[in-house]
């Protein structure tokens, strides 16, 4: 009997290193992960702000100014370009081909009172006094 106890408790012990070693690598993997995305953060983090000191030196106003001159044909704003309200002509109309094209297929029978624009029109008051009255 002394014997089965003794070979549970070299078998337990066993287990119990090789379970041990296990953990203990394990661990060191893990800490080696660690490490090494410390060193690529590290590395991004760098890269980060070695890509912002470009981006600073790229739209330095100095550089931008330099640049718009070489590239760019265009001159200064001068006063007589500027126009007023009074001399913006109006927006033209739409030419709506679809809608006229239905319009003179459908002016024989109108099928509703909206057959001319597709819409219902609703109407609507243009001052506050022929507008709906609050009584209750």
């Given at each position: 009997m002394p014997r089965i106890f003794h070979l549970i408790a070299v078998f337990v012990l066993v287990g119990s290193a090789v379970y041990l070693y296990r953990v203990k690598y394990e661990t060191i993997y893990l800490s080696e992960q660690v490490a090494k995305l410390?060193?690529?953060?590290?590395?991004?983090?760098?890269?980060?702000?070695?890509?912002?000191?470009?981006?600073?030196?790229l739209n330095s106003p100095e550089r931008l100014q330099k640049l718009a001159h070489a590239n760019s044909q265009l001159t200064t704003l001068r006063v007589h370009q500027i126009a007023g309200w009074a001399e913006i002509p109006d927006r033209s109309t739409?030419?709506?081909?679809i809608g006229?094209?239905?319009?003179?297929?459908?002016?024989?029978h109108p099928s509703s009172p909206s057959a001319h624009?597709?819409?219902?029109?609703?109407?609507?008051?243009?001052?506050?006094?022929?507008?709906p009255s609050n009584e209750n």
């Open positions: 410390k060193r690529d953060i590290a590395r991004e983090k760098d890269a980060i702000s070695t890509l912002h000191a470009e981006w600073q030196q739409t030419v709506d081909m006229d094209k239905l319009l003179s297929l459908g002016e024989d624009s597709g819409h219902a029109r609703v109407k609507v008051p243009s001052t506050a006094s022929e507008g």
